[in-house]
């Protein structure tokens, strides 16, 4: 079956500092692959997306890569905000589906 | 445009008490969804409701479960009896269309709602 493993966290970190989250999937065919985050007592948001090999979803800084030779859609930002702190989950879809496969989360820390 | 709400934001009960969630999803939205995660593990789908209809309810764990959404509106979740590994929290969620992962009909999460059995 489809699975997302991601970093456990918590990660914590300073203001400016660089963040990765890896994140790998394991699906048949061709999945598309998102990131959501939940800010504190929010629900969550569509951070960024990318639907084929490749691909690089962008959104407020982040980054993420499609990568299908190794299976990952790692999280990036170059220099993070305290505003980041948050919880973040890496998930897929399968092509002809309509419901999500999540990681675990990684809850980011980012102190001034 | 309201958002999709859920109540209670959190909820308090003991094992095999009987708790029922709410999600009113955004209006006009036929598509409803319900996830839930679990003691910090990963989100799981439960199950997807078109207007008033189950369209996939593979993922509802067991018969505790029951998930309604009479006239299309708002749907409940109720959780009868209760056990102490049914806390986490529960997500809904809602598109307009069937959610495909596109941008044309994006799926829209609410707060969630915090349960814990005690």
């Known amino acids: 079956g489809n699975s997302v493993t991601q970093m456990e966290g918590p990660v914590t970190l300073s203001e400016e500092a660089f963040l990765t989250i890896n994140c790998t999937y394991t699906a048949t065919g061709y999945p598309s692959l998102f990131w959501y985050v939940q800010y504190p007592g929010e629900g969550l948001q569509l951070l960024l997306k990318?639907?084929?090999?490749?691909d690089k979803g962008s959104n407020k800084g982040f980054e993420a890569t499609y990568r299908k030779e190794t299976t990952s859609f790692h999280l990036e930002k170059g220099s993070v905000q305290v505003s980041d702190s948050a919880v973040y989950f890496c998930a897929l879809k399968r092509a002809a589906g309509n419901k999500l496969t999540f990681g675990g989360g990684t809850r980011v820390l980012v102190k001034p | 445009e309201a958002g999709v709400t859920q109540f209670p934001s959190h909820s308090v009960i003991e094992k095999g008490q009987t708790v029922t969630l709410r999600c009113d999803p955004i209006?006009?939205?036929?598509?409803l969804y319900w996830y839930r995660r679990v003691m910090g593990k990963e989100i799981k789908f439960l199950l997807h409701f078109v207007k008033e209809s189950k369209q996939d309810e593979s993922g509802m764990p067991n018969n505790r479960f029951l998930a309604e959404r009479t006239g299309g509106t708002y749907s409940t979740l109720k959780v009868q009896p209760a056990e102490l590994e049914d806390s986490g929290v529960y997500f809904c969620?809602?598109?307009?269309?069937?959610?495909?992962?596109?941008?044309?009909?994006?799926?829209?999460f609410g707060n969630g709602t915090r349960l814990t059995v005690t």
């Open positions: 990318a639907t084929k090999a490749d």
């Open positions: 209006s006009g939205h036929d598509n």
């Open positions: 969620a809602s598109s307009q269309k069937m959610w495909t992962g596109g941008i044309n009909s994006p799926l829209h």
